[in-house]
């Protein structure tokens, strides 16, 4: 009995450390399965983490480029806004400058027809006529004269028919070398217009006075003198400064012919431009009646 006891005991603490080493055994693998579960899980939670960042800092470098591409698009639309900007501004100042320029021409042609057209309207008044004329005699331009005035019908009212070459130069040179004139007034009524003028000139008066004492103290002398000694001697009286200068106011009349204004040749002409010359034609006159 008591070896069966003995027996029954061991088989029991056999049996108890079978089932302590079962339980050993187990706990032991299910130690092993939990560290290699938690191995592998913690493994599979750090690449998880290490992925997502990844993934995270991927997007943000994603962010960045496309903050950075925007930023930079931003940048080029608005420098290309600011040449578009510069060059409608240029090409405004262009056109403006264009438009500017072609309304200045346009203004300065208009200018120059009105010009043209004042001048050549000018140009048929007698007031133009009587300029011309006049200053053609200072200048001794007789192709212009003749085409205002009869220029030999003038000159005979002092010499007549004593048309001397080079004495005749000489004469007419001083006839006109002290000439000066003065428009006031112009009146014109239909065709015939009527200009009043202050002229100034050398004093015919006494140079033709001076010029007939010396020709008749050599007709009393009983010398001969022939057309050019009567000239020489007019020339002598006219440049003597002792005869002086004068000035008259002569309405002047002039008269269209053709649409071309013309001098009148008549007394008042011949005291305009040869102060005095009527008086002493008067007085010869006088005398030889």
């Known amino acids: 009995m008591d070896k069966e006891k003995d027996k029954n005991k061991k088989v029991s603490t056999s049996s108890k450390e079978s089932a302590k080493n079962n339980v ?25 983490v290490f992925s997502n960042i990844d993934e995270k800092n991927k997007e943000v470098k994603k962010d960045k480029k496309e903050k950075s591409t925007s930023k930079d698009d931003i940048k080029g639309t608005v420098t290309i806004n600011k040449k578009i900007e510069e060059k409608s501004k240029t090409k405004k100042v262009k056109s403006s400058s ?32 009587l300029i011309k004329a006049f200053n053609a005699m200072k200048s001794e331009d007789i192709n ?32 006109f070398s002290d000439f000066s004139f003065k428009i006031n007034t112009v009146k014109v009524e239909g065709d015939t217009a009527i200009i009043n003028i202050d002229t100034t000139n050398k004093n015919f008066r006494n140079a033709i006075t001076k010029w007939s004492q010396s020709i008749y103290q050599k007709f009393i002398n009983g010398e001969e003198i022939s057309n050019e000694e009567g000239i020489k001697l007019l020339n002598s009286c006219l440049k003597d400064s002792s005869i002086g200068t004068i000035t008259t106011n002569k309405d002047i009349t002039l008269k269209k012919v053709e649409e071309k204004w013309i001098i009148n040749v008549d007394d008042n002409l011949k005291d305009a431009i040869f102060p005095g010359i009527s008086e002493v034609v008067n007085s010869i006159d006088t005398l030889t009646e």
């Open 24 to 48: 050993k055994g187990s706990i032991k693998e299910e130690k092993v399965e939990t560290k290699t579960f938690n191995k592998v899980n913690s493994k599979g939670k750090k690449d998880d």
């Open 98 to 129: 264009k438009k500017g320029r072609t309304i200045a021409i346009s203004i300065i042609l208009i200018c120059l027809v009105a010009i043209i057209l004042g001048v050549l309207l000018f140009m048929k008044t007698p007031y133009y006529a």
């Open 144 to 175: 212009t004269i003749n085409k205002y005035v009869s220029y030999d019908s003038l000159m005979d009212s002092i010499v007549g028919n004593l048309n001397v070459g080079e004495e005749m130069s000489e004469f007419e040179k001083n006839c």
